[in-house]
């Protein structure tokens, strides 16, 4: 069984924010697949489901992006999941522009909150991450306002292009590998 898990926060107060292009993500399986997000558990707004033949679980978890790791870790270990091969998390990256998108197989955080928490509590990292650019902040501009601003016109329009592939590199991970999802997808 993998977990799919985008990273965000809760709260239609940072609904359709940058930081929460994960959950978006999530969104846009669930309704692909028929997979509703109704169940509770170690902080975390799941569903279990079945994509292209391959069991999983939807995951969104409602930590606040800091402290991811604080519900995937035990959920993962509840499920008793491989988290170096049937873990994927789905976050959004500023070192990246709009209309990217960049799948690997292992690595740092990268200064991203959210992936450092579920390191530090996984002890490891070795889960497959997908990234989607949300695009840096203008010079001298507020970090924090960026990631938990609203995108707007075309970059909205494309944001959303990009979560779309992101849920399609979700599945070529699922049937083909992540060797191929990531040959076919980053972009």
Do not use: W
């Amino acid at each position: 069984m993998y977990v799919i898990a985008g990273l965000g926060n809760p709260g239609t107060k940072y609904a359709h924010t940058r930081h929460n292009a994960g959950f978006d993500t999530i969104d846009i399986l669930s309704e692909r697949y028929d997979i509703p997000l109704r169940r509770r558990l170690f902080k975390g707004l799941y569903g279990k489901g079945v994509i292209e033949g391959t069991r999983v679980i939807l995951l969104k978890p409602q930590t606040y992006m800091n402290a991811s790791g604080d519900c995937i870790q035990p959920l993962c270990r509840h499920y008793k999941v491989d988290t170096d091969n049937d873990l994927i998390v789905i976050s959004d990256d500023i070192s990246m522009d709009v209309g990217r998108l960049r799948t690997r197989k292992s690595g740092s955080a990268g200064g991203h909150n959210g992936l450092k928490s579920i390191i530090a509590r996984l002890g490891n990292d070795g889960f497959t991450r997908i990234k989607i650019g949300v695009g840096d902040r203008e010079a001298g501009g507020d970090l924090v306002k960026h990631v938990l601003g609203h995108v707007t016109g075309e970059d909205a329009q494309t944001l959303h292009e990009m979560q779309e592939r992101a849920a399609d590199t979700v599945v070529a991970i699922l049937t083909e590998g992540v060797d191929k999802a990531i040959s076919k997808y980053n972009c």
